[in-house]
């Protein structure tokens, strides 16, 4: 049995039969229609499967498996109770654990007043926190039970864990007993280490340099991200991401959009973008749909070749349980698959019209008129990213201390390459593809002419 808690209030109980394996969520008595949990729209909801809304706060792949091994769970339901970085207000109590519950004193606040303060992305690129100690278990930081083979993204099989970051003492650790305002994703030794001889196994180095540098890219360029940072630890670097759905002591509830189509983590590269898309048009004003669009064109731009329905989500404007209105939340989970042999084939995760691919410029325009966008609008944020990516992105890779871009990148048993030369021949495959495909003759002739002139 397990008690549900959402923004403060016990709301029901999720209990499991253990012969039909049939899964039971009821309220308590007095719970309102408005404080009902999305998709368990009924007083009592059954299941098979674990509902969509708690499923996708699950970990994914081995790393849900080493969580049940390690709790010795024999149901679909009691993996809630060993959750560390649970969504939003949500939190989940066992028979036990439930005898402790206190609700406590929240701060009401809007997202957007104290939206500078929650993300506190104003750091310098690169942020390494050099200067820190990480007092983090081995056996923490490195599970042996996650080493997979080929991967299909890169964020479902990020290992991840709440860190508690201390300013004063200069300190990283982990404690799963208190509530922390940032997760660690260290990197996996398994997949950062090149074996020629071993074809079932992904090579996927340096992955958290990457997250941080396109998550401050995405800033950099107008988006919403929360602080990030990375932390050298042996060969590679592991990364510090600080959690937006946390102000000071009190929590604001978040959605993915699969949560909202009532769709579980194995469709989360099934639906289209035009599903995910008209999905969050039914909460979001024209405003926000316009900042969700501008971040696919975005992801497309840099090849976010894993952006699914599981990495985008909205955010409650308050976290005052009246105040029904969302809007877009940060992103997060920003990274190019196209370095990665494993991962390199698409530009998004999910389908835009047909193609996750070669998406050209056309189809971009076709996609807005089956969102009722302006073409207009589209065509000045295709112009206006990839003008701002053509001009920056260098200077990113070059504002990278030698010691990341000297990092040996295997290329085959016999060939590395640095790995600056990997960015930047990333970056000149990308303006072959922004030229062909993205931007109009006229836009290239204009830049043509520009370079001839400086």
């Known amino acids: 049995m397990i008690y549900i808690i959402n923004n403060n209030k016990s709301l029901g109980v ?59 769970i024999t149901n679909d339901i009691d993996i809630l109770a060993y959750l560390d970085n649970i969504h939003g207000s949500f939190e989940f109590y066992t028979d036990e654990t ?31 926190l050099s200067d820190y100690t990480l007092d983090i278990d081995p056996s923490t930081l490195y599970p042996t039970e996650l080493a997979n083979s080929r991967v299909i993204g890169l964020s479902g099989y990020q290992y991840k864990f709440s860190v508690l970051l201390d300013d004063k003492t ?58 990030s940072a990375i932390i050298k630890h042996g060969v590679d670097y592991h990364y510090i991401i600080k959690r937006y759905d946390r102000y000071k002591h009190s929590k604001i ?101 047909n193609k996750t691919f070669k998406i050209n410029r056309e189809f971009l325009l076709k996609f807005a008129d089956l969102l009722n966008i302006d073409r207009e609008i589209v065509k000045e944020y295709i112009n206006e990213i990839c003008s701002k990516f053509k001009d920056t992105f260098l200077n990113y890779v070059d504002t990278l201390p030698s010691e990341i871009k000297g990092l040996p990148f295997h290329k085959s048993a016999y060939s590395q390459n640095p790995f600056e030369v990997i960015l930047k021949n990333y970056y000149e495959g990308r303006i072959k593809y922004i030229n062909e495909y993205l931007l109009d003759k006229d836009t290239i002739l204009e830049e043509e002419e520009d370079d001839f002139w400086d």
Do not use: C
């Open 14 to 72: 999720l209990t499991q039969d253990h012969q039909t394996k049939e899964i039971t969520f009821k309220y308590n008595d007095g719970i309102t229609n408005e404080e009902y949990i999305h998709g368990l729209t009924k007083e009592v909801n059954t299941s098979f499967y674990l509902f969509p809304v708690f499923e996708n706060m699950l970990p994914e792949h081995d790393q849900k498996k080493l969580l049940v091994s390690q709790n010795d």
């Open 98 to 128: 439930i005898k402790q519950f206190e609700p406590e004193e929240w701060e009401t606040f809007n997202f957007n007043e104290k939206a500078k303060e929650i993300l506190n992305n104003d750091y310098e690129f690169p942020n390494i």
């Open 170 to 227: 200069k300190t990283i650790t982990h404690d799963s007993s208190k509530s922390s305002n940032y997760f660690m994703k260290p990197y996996s030794k398994y997949y950062s280490t090149f074996m020629p001889r071993d074809k079932a196994r992904s090579y996927i180095p340096y992955l958290l340099i990457n997250e941080h540098l396109f998550m401050t890219i995405a800033r950099d360029f107008g988006f919403d991200v929360p602080y």
């Open 253 to 353: 509830d978040h959605t993915e959009i699969l949560t909202l189509m009532n769709k579980e983590s194995e469709q989360k590269y099934k639906v289209s973008m035009q599903d995910v898309f008209e999905a969050a048009q039914e909460y979001l004003d024209n405003d926000e749909q316009l900042k969700l669009l501008k971040f696919i064109i975005f992801s497309i731009v840099i090849a976010h070749g894993d952006l699914h329905a599981k990495n985008l989500s909205l955010i409650n404007s308050s976290n005052d349980q009246k105040d029904e209105k969302k809007q877009v939340s940060p992103f997060y989970d920003i990274s190019t698959t196209k370095i990665y042999k494993d991962t390199k084939t698409n530009d998004i995760g999910l389908k835009v019209l």
